[in-house]
């Protein structure tokens, strides 16, 4: 492993996971001579090793490596390291088979690039992946910010409380709305989320936070305390999640928010908003709204209409008569527009932004 460089103040700091110690160390120097900070791994034992110490703001990694590689890192990164959802993976190989760069694609990878290494492509994919997760971080700090603006009295009893006027509309929304204390303690439900969790075996409400197995509830659990953590410092956090249900059930899909300066009960206590969505009874906003919100064209205001409607893509397909092909176009545009990568982000981000907008 390459020597640990921490990264400057204002720099990016790149990881660079790549089992050939020559090409890695020539990465590494065309990555900080083109102003970036960088740290090299030469397995993804190695790489997770290093990001105990260092959050990186990308990384690249190989795939062919010995001990661990670089889809296996992927999975453990993506399942275990939950501060870094938001953290571009792009994949170096010298396998350009189709197959490989759609294992990739499916694996969760941002991007893909092939060996013999194109330096300045490298460099350029680099710069438009953190260019796109500047912009989802400020996506996400606005909704964040007019979602707690919303909802933060409900956790203050000097400002009406739960009883409020506040909860009379919140009860009439198309989806749920829940308050939860850093242990999953719930303080408030709207109508639409109890109802959710009577009526459905992904999600339940009965004095704390639970989902239909041990382990999703752990990570349901563990992303509310991470969120209201934040709340405590009184930073800004949201955290997504889906949730599996029965065959043919689809997921329940969580949006969780930080809400940094709540109250509950009189006493201070740092709170996690979540808004759940259910597939199979979620709301379907006007298109029009979406295309104002978001600068879409009509056609991709449908195809986001369909998303949010809980619709796959082969369902918008058949319902807009339009090829599969023609959708996954319209997705690359709306992930573009949105600052997001996967259509989970992408539902998550709408849904946020109309609960702060209602």
């Known amino acids: 492993m390459t020597t640990m460089h921490m990264?400057?103040?204002?720099?990016?700091?790149?990881?660079?996971?790549?089992?050939?110690?020559?090409l890695r160390e020539d990465i590494i120097e065309e990555l900080r001579s083109s102003g970036h900070d960088a740290i090299g791994a030469g397995n993804g034992r190695e790489a997770l090793d290093a990001l105990e110490s260092v959050r990186p703001d990308l990384i690249l990694c190989d795939i062919s490596m010995p001990e661990m590689n670089g889809y296996d890192l992927l999975e453990t990164v993506r399942k275990e390291r939950m501060d870094m959802d938001d953290v571009p993976f792009l994949f170096l190989t010298a396998l350009d088979e189709r197959n490989e760069i759609i294992s990739g694609k499916r694996a969760g990878a941002d991007d893909y690039l092939v060996k013999p290494i194109d330096f300045d492509l490298m460099l350029a994919s680099i710069e438009a992946?953190?260019?796109?997760?500047?912009?989802?971080?400020?996506?996400?700090?606005?909704?964040?910010?007019?979602?707690?603006?919303?909802?933060?009295?409900?956790?203050?009893p000097s400002q009406r409380g739960v009883a409020g006027v506040t909860t009379?509309?919140?009860d009439i929304l198309g989806f749920g709305v829940v308050l939860a204390e850093a242990r999953g303690a719930v303080v408030f439900a709207n109508a639409f989320a109890k109802a959710l969790s009577t009526e459905t075996e992904g999600f339940s409400?009965?004095?704390?936070?639970?989902?239909?197995?041990?382990?999703?509830?752990?990570?349901?659990?563990?992303?509310?305390?991470?969120?209201?953590?934040?709340?405590?410092?009184?930073?800004?956090l949201m955290r997504g999640l889906a949730l599996p249900r029965s065959e043919g059930s689809g997921d329940l899909m969580l949006v969780i928010c930080s809400l940094p300066s709540g109250k509950a009960d009189g006493r201070s206590s740092p709170l996690a908003a979540i808004f759940i969505s259910n597939p199979g009874r979620r709301p379907a906003p006007p298109e029009h709204m979406l295309a104002s919100l978001f600068g879409l064209t009509p056609a991709?205001?449908?195809?986001?209409?369909?998303?949010?409607?809980?619709?796959?893509?082969?369902?918008?397909a058949r319902q807009l008569k339009i090829s599969q092909t023609t959708v996954a176009f319209h997705l690359r545009n709306l992930f573009e527009k949105t600052g997001t990568h996967r259509q989970v982000d992408l539902v998550a981000l709408i849904l946020s932004t109309l609960a702060a907008v209602r």
Do not use: W, Y
Not at 206 to 232: F, M, N, Y
């Open 300 to 316: 991709e205001a449908q195809v986001a209409h369909g998303l949010v409607s809980g619709q796959r893509s082969a369902d918008i």
């Open 205 to 236: 409400l009965h004095s704390r936070l639970r989902a239909a197995t041990p382990e999703l509830t752990r990570q349901l659990q563990k992303r509310v305390a991470e969120v209201a953590g934040a709340a405590e410092r009184g930073e800004d």
């Open 168 to 170: 009379e509309v919140l």
């Open 129 to 156: 992946r953190l260019a796109q997760t500047r912009r989802m971080r400020a996506l996400h700090r606005r909704d964040a910010g007019a979602v707690q603006n919303a909802f933060r009295h409900l956790a203050d």
């Open 7 to 22: 990264p400057s103040d204002g720099r990016n700091l790149i990881l660079c996971v790549e089992d050939e110690k020559d």
